[in-house]
Every structure is written in C-alpha cells, then in structure tokens.
C-alpha cells in the first residue's frame, strides 16, 4: 500500500490516500455475508411477528449475548473514530467517559432495571406514563428521544462511518459521502426491520468478537511502530505538525496539552477539555441518562430471561468497557505520533485539505492507522471492523426508536383518531409491526438531512460533538427519572415543569452553541460572538452546564410536587425501588376516566412477563396478494392461531405476585453477580486512581 503527498502553502496536503486491494474487498465481503447470515437466520427462527417478538426478543436472551449487545451498542463507529480521534488531540482524558460507565452499568442492573422489570414495560417514556399519569410527559420523552438518536446518535455514526470509507477509497467528493451513507443505510435497515431485537441482539454479539480481534490486533501493531507504550508516552509530547498556525494570544496552534497521560484533570476555564469536577459530577449525570433510562440500552436488559440474566449482562458489558482506554484511545494518540503532519495538522487551509475540517483532523486518526500501518488484507478486516460497529449502533438505534414510536406514539395517536377515522377499538400486530418499520425509514432520512451541520461545526473532535449535545438536553430526564424512581412524592405537576424548564435552559445553550461557532485556532475569521455568549459558552465546561440544570430540574420538581397533590399509594405498586418487590394490585393511572387521564388509550396490554393479547387476523391464505407480500416481508403473516397466553388465565392477584416474583434469584448466582460486581468496581476505581 502507498500513499504519496506534496507540500504546498508550506505544508503536507495529501494528494492520494491508500488504496485496498484486492484481499481486503474479499474479507469485506466475506464479513457482510456472515454478518447477514447470522442476522437473518436469527430473524427467520424469531418471533417476529408478535410484538413481544419484535420489539423485546420475547424476553427470553441469554445473558452473554444480552452484555455484548450493550457494548456493541455503545460503541459505535462514532467511538472508533471520535475516541480514538479525542485521544490524539488531547491524551486519555477522553477514556474518563469509559471508565465511569463501570460504575453506572453497577446501577443500572441493580436498581433500575428491577424496577422496569417489575413494572411489565416496553419503553421508558411507557415507565414514565404509568409512574406519573397522563399522556403529555410520555409524548414528550417519546419526541425528545428520537431527537437525541439523530442529533448524537444515527448521524453522528453515519458520518463517522462515511468518512472512514471515503479515506479508504480515496473519495473526497460529497458526493461519495452521501453514496456511502446511503449504502450503510440499507444494510442496517435489512437487519432492523426484517428480525427485530433478535437479529440485532445476535448480529451485535458476532459483530463484538470481530470488533475486539480486530481492534486489538490493530493496537499491538500501534504499539510496535511507536516502539511500545513509553515509547508512545514520550513521544505524544512532541508529535506536532511542522508548521502551525498562531491564536490571537501568538500561541502556537495544535500542542498536545500538558496533563495528556492524566484522567483528572485542571478546573480552569479554557485550560482543559475534561475538567475534574465535570467528569466526576457532570459526567455522572449523563452517564445515568444514557446507561440507565436510554430506551437503546435499556432494551437490551428488558428482552434478559430473569433478573440473573439481566444483572450478568450488564457486567459483561461492564468488563468490555475497560477495553476502549487501550484499544481505541492509546492506538489514537499513536496515529499522532505516527502522521502528526495529518492528524496533528494545526493550519486551518491544510485541514480544510486533509479532512474537510478546518478545525482539525484528529477525527481521521483511526483511520490512518487501518489504511497506512496495516498489510492487504488486514486493512480490509479492519474496515469490516468499522462497519461492524457501525452496524450494531444502527440497528440498535432503529429498533429502539422504532420500538419507542410504535408503543408511545402510535398508539396514542391511534386512539384519538379510533372514531374520526373508523378504525378499530384495538390494533393489531400487523399494524404496530408495520408502522415501526416504516418509521425506521422516516427517521433515517432526518438524519441524513443533519449530517452536514455535524461536518460544519467548529468542534474537530466527534466525541466531544456527541457528548455536548447530551449534556444540553439529557440532565432534566435523568433528574425525573432518578426522583420517580426514588422518591414516592414526586407527581406528574412536578416532573412535567421540571422537564420543561430544563429543556428551555437546555435548548438555549443548545442554540448559544451552534449559532455561534467558535473559529478555529489560527483562522481569519473574526470571532462573531458576544461577551455574554463568550461567558457562557466559552467558560463554562458543558459538563459543568450538566450540573447546573441537573440541580435547577430537581429544585422544580420538587418544589411543584410539593405544592401540588401526592399520588395515591395504591398507584405505585412496583414503580418505584422501594415497592418493587410489592405483590399488591396496581391500580394503573392510565385508566379510563381517570381524573389524571381523562383520554382513554387504547394500547397494548402488557402482563408480568411482556407478552401482549394479540387479535386474530383474517387468514393469512385469505388476504389480498400484495398484503400477504407485505405481512411475509414484515414477518407478521399468520399460518396458526395464536398460542393462548396463560397468563391471561390468572387473576389480577395472581399477575401482581408474578410480577414481583419474577425478582426473585437463586441464592447461589445472586452472590456471583455480586461478587463480579465489587470486581469491576474495585478495578475501574484502580484505573482511575492510576492515571489520576
């Protein structure tokens, strides 16, 4: 493989990047067709045709496919290229973002899910509606989800993933980006809407043992090249492109910070990326937001067996998470040492050259080290890697937002058109199947449609993009989450304006943010900003901002549930952690003529164990042929009358005592889990004690 270059206005611009060959198109290949093999075969022996199926694997995964389809839904393409590209622009602060999901997986198997679990939901906007009543703060989760999928997730992902083929195959053209997204796309889609949960839980689990091989062949051969890991500790410190630019204070563009080796970091403004005190308390904040009431993560422990299953998952998660720091973030800051005149470019003209940012390219780090330091061959296995990672994110993604559409959406938009449009009283499953799918196909194209202003943005680091934006928008919902899950007295009155107000503090840092973007160091451009917005902006840390509306939204929803009426005890049978082993009857605040509901719902009804009542369809031999097409596409055709779900036999006391039985564990492995758990706790503690 070569790849040659010319110095012009005084620096390297590349004229022709590394080319595959042959070999590496035969393992890409070969990787799309295991790939879709397995997620089609897990789709064919599925049950997707029921919405239990689809949506939440019938609630019957084993827990190591469970712990890897949480990493691999975590880690992204956006991961490969936006951690990996944080690294080399600034050390391994950024491995402080893996580090604490350690501890937040901890809490997400042992206090959050018990709760979901026992409350028999799909979504958490579902939790929130039978916690609080009424219909206003579900919609407006439900809508603020798929907002933050294509503003942090589906685009963020698709770029990364498009940028890296197009450095692969020497296409610079936007064109070329929108082809290869495009391709991307219908790939992730086979898989989402053709299986569901099943075919993206088991394609994520083969898609993570290609990622971990690949990646960790990569970081050896990292390693090697630098002349090993104090070779690259010492050298990071000098990896500097030969010419850069100034900063108005005549500061020379592109150093690599001081503290790069440090997880914890200096507090003053402007002299860090990843402040101490925004990485130990903000950081916390979103990480429960994300690990523990994201509908993409929690999915995966809701479709667990049993409680076992589910707290097993999340530490095996929880032990791949160690794993980023050395094989993404370490190769990162190597790609600096190895081609710092490209990832560690420091002139905004020659970046705009090299990556199509004039903020920097240390996004492209990763991809350097595939295309110019591995054989024929590997680099072909190695952009399959970043295709796996890309895939598992989006399939993840969709089937989440899918499944988050067709329960808190779709239904309720359904029930207020039951009479204006003459439709019948209950849905069937074709119909919800359908409707998610079809939406899968909405959201990809406001997706798309975003992905330009993520290569506009001043902000060369990926990650830190992605971080941002949650950080703006996520603090309120874990706020709500946290006290409805922890504190009885929180009503609907008091999440309600808790969420609005954070949202309207959050969406004008939001708009403070990308209006008004920074130059980059060394450019022309004069800074547009006000000295308000210079303040605001500028000075305080997002992670910081996180802990300020964190702290407002508690205050509101406190103050307004204290002022207004509690909820009845009777209301809050297994929707809270104190009560979730409770095995009274629930009365559900979604009833018809409730006086906190006064619209009934008509909607799927869940039992303890997720399975729904389902209407018989006319014969499948007796449909029309398109829509017997459509329904064998959708996996939703009938060939036998349903199996008679017996828990529609019990009693409602009976169901009750179901639901909080379903808690209950072996004796045996519930000490395991719990010693594993003080395991990865005590490890995660000594990494950040080591690199402090």
Not at 209 to 238: K, T
Not at 413 to 428: D, G, I, M
Not at 623 to 630: D, E, G, I, V, Y
Request: net charge neutral; glycine share 8%.
């Amino acid at each position: 493989m070569e790849s040659s270059t010319e110095v012009a206005a005084g620096g390297v611009v590349p004229l022709q990047g590394t080319k595959l060959g042959w070999p590496d198109v035969v393992v890409i290949v070969i990787y799309f067709v295991v790939v879709l093999g397995v997620g089609l075969f897990s789709s064919w022996k599925s049950q997707r045709g029921s919405v239990s199926g689809y949506f939440l694997a019938s609630r019957n995964m084993h827990w190591i496919p469970v712990g890897a389809s949480l990493f691999a839904s975590n880690i992204g393409s956006g991961h490969f290229i936006g951690l990996a590209g944080s690294g080399a622009a600034a050390g391994i602060g950024v491995a402080g973002f893996e580090q604490s999901a350690v501890y937040i997986l901890m809490l997400l198997g042992w206090l959050f899910v018990p709760v979901y679990m026992s409350s028999g939901v799909y979504t958490m906007p579902e939790y929130l509606r039978e916690r609080f009543g009424g219909q206003r703060i579900r919609v407006y989760l439900s809508f603020l989800a798929l907002l933050l999928y294509i503003f942090t997730k589906i685009s963020a992902d698709l770029y990364a993933g498009a940028l890296f083929i197009q450095l692969a195959l020497n296409k610079t053209s936007p064109e070329w980006l929108y082809l290869s997204i495009l391709f991307l796309l219908a790939v992730a889609a086979i898989f989402t809407i053709s299986g569901g949960l099943t075919a993206v839980v088991w394609t994520d689990f083969v898609q993570t043992i290609l990622m971990i091989v690949g990646a960790f062949i990569l970081m050896v051969m990292s390693f090697i090249a630098v002349g090993g890991f104090e070779s690259l500790v010492e050298r990071f410190a000098y990896a500097t492109a030969s010419v850069r630019a100034v900063d108005a204070s005549n500061k020379s563009c592109g150093e690599p910070p001081s503290d790069y080796m440090h997880l914890l970091r200096t507090i003053e403004p402007g002299k860090s990326d990843y402040p101490w005190t925004g990485m130990v308390f903000g950081l916390t904040i979103n990480s429960i937001w994300y690990w523990c009431t994201d509908q993409v993560i929690v999915q995966r422990t809701l479709a667990s067996k049993n409680m076992s299953h589910a707290k097993a998952g999340c530490i095996l998660a929880a032990y791949l998470k160690f794993l980023p720091l050395w094989l993404l973030v370490f190769p990162g800051m190597a790609a600096r040492v190895l081609y710092p005149e490209r990832v560690a470019c420091a002139t905004p003209d020659l970046c705009k050259a090299i990556c199509g940012s004039p903020g920097g390219c240390s996004n492209i780090a990763y991809a350097e080290l595939v295309l110019n330091l591995l054989p024929t061959g590997l680099s072909g296995l190695m952009l399959a890697v970043m295709m796996a990672a890309l895939m598992s994110s989006l399939t993840s993604i969709f089937n989440s937002a899918s499944t988050i559409f067709t329960i808190d959406v779709w239904t309720l938009v359904r029930a207020r058109l039951v009479k204006r449009l003459h439709l019948s009283a209950q849905p069937s499953d074709a119909e919800l199947l359908i409707a998610g799918r079809l939406f899968v196909l909405a959201l990809v194209a406001v997706s798309v449609v975003w992905i330009p202003v993520i290569q506009s943005t001043g902000n060369s680091q990926l990650f830190d993009y992605v971080q941002s934006i949650s950080a703006f928008l996520a603090p309120p919902i874990c706020a709500v989450y946290l006290l409805a899950l922890f504190w009885t007295r929180t009503n609907e009155p008091g999440a309600f304006w808790g969420l609005m107000i954070g949202l309207a503090i959050g969406l004008l840092r939001f708009i403070l943010e990308f209006s008004n973007v920074v130059p980059p160091c060394g450019s022309d451009e004069p800074d547009m900003r006000s000295d308000f917005v210079r303040v605001v902006v500028g000075r305080v840390h997002y992670l910081h901002f996180s802990c300020f509306l964190f702290l407002i939204t508690i205050g509101v929803t406190v103050g307004f549930s204290l002022l207004t009426e509690p909820i009845p005890e009777d209301r809050l049978y297994r929707l809270t952690f104190w009560s979730r082993q409770d095995p009274r009857v629930r009365r559900t605040l979604a009833a018809p003529g409730d006086p906190h509901d006064p619209v009934a719902e008509d909607e799927i009804k869940t039992s303890a164990n997720g399975t729904e009542q389902m209407d018989l369809e006319t014969p499948h031999s007796e449909l029309p042929l398109w829509r017997r097409c459509l329904n064998t596409a959708c996996g939703v055709s009938k060939t036998a009358a349903v199996p008679e779900n017996p828990l529609n036999q019990l009693t409602e006391e009976e169901k009750a005592q179901a639901a909080a039985d379903f808690l209950d564990e072996p004796p045996f492995w519930r000490n395991v889990l719990n010693v594993n758990a003080v395991i990865c706790l005590a490890l995660t503690t000594f990494v950040w004690g080591f690199f402090a």
